[in-house]
């Protein structure tokens, strides 16, 4: 993912502003650490600030990075990185596509954090910026016929990869039929329209409450709570005949 993340970099970087390729630099070094840590172990002061990082609230790991810390953006990145590529996947059904707009959401944020209201939550906020790329993403794929058709392709393509044993203590079929099933369940939700499946996923898949939710999508919570159900009823109509 790190150098598919740094490719995306060098060929995205040359023609943008001073301000963008630094936050696009700046982001991809945040990433890049999170994931060396996760490989290799960080010795005395740097782990040690590591885990002060990993106690301090969102508001105050900003106010970090705002402060200068340069290692609190990337504690950002930690947090977030794997939950919006999953929100976005489910939302767009392109996982590639995803990762760049993970990554673009998060030059954003670099770009704009010290416009950010801290009183208010920090995962709204770059739920809300993620939200309006994958929903910008599903408008100009409807009017690309060719993008359309080569991201079904792409998923086809996909489906044919060998099931991955993550858990040993399940037997084979066991496996077969949670993967099978969590297969369906992403088809289904790629079925529903798109302002059902931002609040589907959001609430069923991400554990959104309904004030976040309502926050993110700029919609009144009597909206959110129209729109989930019908998501509810359309998906379970959408799956029933899948599972049966």
Same mark, same amino acid.
């Given at each position: 993912?790190?150098? +598919?993340?740094h490719?995306?970099? +060098? /060929?995205?970087?040359?023609?943008?502003?001073?301000?963008?390729a630094?936050?696009?630099?700046?982001?991809?070094?945040?990433?890049? /650490? +999170?994931?060396? %840590?996760?490989?290799?172990?960080?010795?005395?002061?740097?782990?040690?600030?590591r885990?002060?990082?990993?106690?301090?609230?969102?508001?105050?790991?900003?106010? +970090?990075?705002?402060?200068?810390?340069?290692?609190?953006?990337?504690?950002?990145?930690?947090?977030?990185?794997?939950?919006?590529?999953?929100?976005?996947?489910r939302?767009?059904?392109?996982r590639?596509?995803?990762?760049?707009?993970?990554?673009?959401?998060?030059?954003?944020?670099?770009?704009?954090?010290?416009?950010?209201?801290?009183? %208010? &939550?920090?995962?709204?906020?770059?739920? /809300?910026?993620?939200?309006?790329?994958? &929903?910008?993403?599903l408008?100009?794929?409807?009017?690309n016929?060719?993008?359309?058709?080569?991201?079904?392709? &792409?998923?086809?393509?996909?489906?044919?990869?060998?099931l991955?044993?993550?858990?040993?203590?399940?037997?084979?079929?066991?496996?077969?039929? @949670?993967?099978?099933?969590?297969? @369906?369940?992403?088809?289904?939700?790629?079925?529903?329209?798109?302002?059902?499946?931002?609040?589907?996923?959001?609430?069923?898949?991400?554990?959104?409450?309904?004030?976040?939710?309502?926050?993110? /999508?700029?919609c009144?919570?009597?909206?959110?709570?129209?729109?989930?159900?019908?998501?509810?009823?359309?998906?379970?109509?959408?799956?029933?005949?899948?599972?049966?």
């Amino acid at each position: 993912m790190a150098r +598919a993340l740094h490719l995306y970099l +060098a /060929t995205m970087t040359g023609g943008l502003p001073a301000w963008q390729a630094a936050a696009n630099e700046e982001v991809h070094v945040a990433r890049a /650490t +999170a994931e060396r %840590k996760r490989d290799v172990g960080v010795g005395g002061e740097a782990k040690a600030h590591r885990l002060h990082l990993g106690e301090l609230n969102d508001s105050e790991v900003v106010q +970090a990075s705002l402060d200068g810390d340069p290692r609190a953006f990337g504690e950002l990145v930690r947090r977030y990185d794997q939950r919006l590529l999953n929100f976005v996947y489910r939302t767009i059904g392109d996982r590639e596509r995803a990762q760049d707009l993970v990554q673009e959401t998060f030059v954003r944020v670099y770009r704009h954090l010290h416009r950010f209201d801290q009183s %208010k &939550k920090f995962s709204t906020w770059i739920y /809300t910026i993620a939200s309006n790329l994958a &929903k910008n993403e599903l408008r100009n794929r409807s009017r690309n016929p060719l993008v359309l058709f080569q991201t079904l392709k &792409k998923n086809w393509d996909a489906d044919h990869r060998p099931l991955e044993w993550e858990d040993t203590q399940y037997k084979p079929d066991d496996l077969f039929r @949670k993967r099978h099933l969590r297969e @369906k369940v992403e088809e289904a939700v790629r079925q529903l329209p798109e302002h059902h499946r931002i609040v589907f996923v959001l609430r069923e898949m991400e554990g959104k409450t309904y004030e976040e939710i309502a926050d993110i /999508t700029a919609c009144n919570l009597g909206t959110v709570k129209s729109r989930l159900n019908r998501a509810r009823n359309n998906f379970a109509h959408i799956i029933a005949p899948m599972i049966d």
